[in-house]
């Protein structure tokens, strides 16, 4: 489904957790020759996660690889990061906990059927653009762009806009980057 008919789900949302591989990055998987896993991210997604964070959203990486980059990339946006999971269902019953929410008030973007599992026990379900049929097939919405391309911050901006507070988050964010213009920080916007 592409459109939401009613925004009362998206107004429930206090969690996003996301796949990686196939949602934050387009799914392919570089080795160099001494091994080192090299991934992209697209910075439009940085922008939308840190944007999430910075306005007490709460961003959450599943995944059930363990990457350094991904360490990397969740540490220098503020996510939260589960890696080398196995039982994504359960991983989610434990984001609850940890964020003291229930689990219809987390959103899970996934891509593949690894993800089916989480994605049926949370409120939001939410597939890309170029996700397999059977994550479509359980999502409330899909994305119009595909993973790697800024579909996750399709996401946030939609929670936000139907939440009502998409102008303030954004505006919250733009403060940190003229507080940053001032004085650096060291962390990363996007």
Known sequence: MNNFTSHDVLEQIRVIVCDVDGVLSDGKLYYGNDGIE??????????GIRMAVDFGMPVVFLTGRKSAAVTLRAKELGAVLYDGVNNKSRAIDEIAERFHV?????AYVGDDINDL???????????????????KKVSLYTTTLNGGEGALREVIEHIFRAQGVLKDAIQKYLNYLEKDEKEEDGVSRQ
């Open 117 to 135: 599992f989480a994605m049926k026990k949370v409120g939001l379900p939410v597939a890309v653009n170029d996700a397999a049929a059977e994550v």
């Open 102 to 106: 229930r689990v219809s008030n987390i």
């Open 38 to 47: 090299i991934k992209n991210f697209n910075v439009k997604d940085g922008l």
